[in-house]
């Protein structure tokens, strides 16, 4: 159970839930598949999928939850042909044009027809409460995807006082400051080799790197001509790499050798261990990261959380 994004809210007041409460107000919204005539639907499903009954995983007062997403998928150039044919149809027997909200309406119903006989695409999204942390983590590649984990826990406990972290100063200032070495980057954090340069101006280009060394002249260069580091490749304490954005996402997380080996001490033939030891070891790791980062660009910017 390792994560490959995180994307961080923070409890704008203190919240506390237990592992029971949360159960339940899940229960209310888990997933059910899609009917016959509905092109979407999601709901929470047990995190450990088919070893497991709950929607709450619970480990250490972290609580690992999963929201399912099922989409019915209809080709899109078959639902055009099919519309097509009865437009063809209609002109052809009445005599008339057929026009453009006339064609909306005969998809609409094109589709209504496809939809039981459409495949079928589902999707899960992890997430875990850390309640002692003050933060929500989903493992989510966009922002889009977290906001809507977010919101569907929102709807179903009534109330998630959270928002993205905030810190006292642009990331992209602190990263670039990193690379002109402006800025001292903490011993913690070793520099990868991969960055995006923006030019901050209207109609600015955009570098993207890959494999180099972000030292090189080349890259001291287009710095020296005003671009800013967007995106940043880091590894933390050697335990943890990943690709950090301008917007505080960590993108293609990776866990490094010193815990995985952790994770091989754990009988491999007891699923459950394995999942509960992963997921362990994941958020006791990630639960130095996130304030380390926080810190380290700045330090984390607090005026709008209520203090207990």
Not at 135 to 152: C, F, I, M, P, R
Not at 274 to 281: E, T, V, W
Request: net charge negative; proline share 5%.
């Amino acid at each position: 159970m390792w994560f490959r994004n995180a994307r961080v809210f923070r409890f704008t007041k203190p919240f506390d839930i237990s592992a029971e409460t949360l159960e339940e107000n899940l229960q209310a919204d888990a997933f059910k598949p899609c009917g016959p005539q509905e092109t979407n639907r999601q709901g929470w499903v047990p995190p450990l999928g088919k070893h497991g009954e709950q929607l709450v995983h619970s480990a250490n007062g972290y609580f690992l939850i999963a929201l399912r997403k099922e989409e019915k998928i209809l080709p899109g150039p078959v639902v055009k042909e099919m519309v097509e044919e009865r437009a063809e149809a209609i002109e052809l027997e009445q005599g008339r044009k057929v026009r453009r909200k006339e064609k909306d309406e005969l998809k609409e119903q094109v589709m209504l027809e496809m939809l039981p006989q459409a495949f079928s695409r589902n999707r899960r999204c992890f997430a875990y409460l850390a309640p002692q942390d003050g933060v929500l983590v989903v493992d989510a590649g966009s922002a889009k995807q977290a906001e809507d984990l977010a919101s569907t826990l929102r709807k179903s406990l009534g109330s998630l006082p959270v928002r993205p972290p905030a810190v006292e100063q642009s990331p992209a200032f602190t990263f670039t400051g990193w690379l002109n070495e402006s800025i001292e980057h903490p011993a913690r954090i070793t520099l990868g080799s991969e960055c995006e340069l923006k030019d901050p101006s209207e109609d600015g280009g955009v570098v993207r790197c890959k494999g180099l060394d972000l030292k090189a002249d080349e890259i001291r260069n287009h710095l020296d001509a005003g671009m800013q580091v967007t995106k940043l490749a880091l590894t933390w304490d050697d335990n943890v790499s990943f690709v950090l954005d301008e917007e505080l996402g960590i993108r293609r997380l990776k866990f490094g050798e010193t815990l995985q080996e952790q994770l091989d001490d754990v009988d491999a033939d007891d699923a459950l261990a394995k999942f509960d030891a992963a997921f362990s070891i994941m958020t006791l790791e990630l639960s130095r990261l996130i304030p380390g980062l926080l810190e380290a660009l700045g330090g984390e910017d607090r005026s709008a959380i209520v203090e207990e």
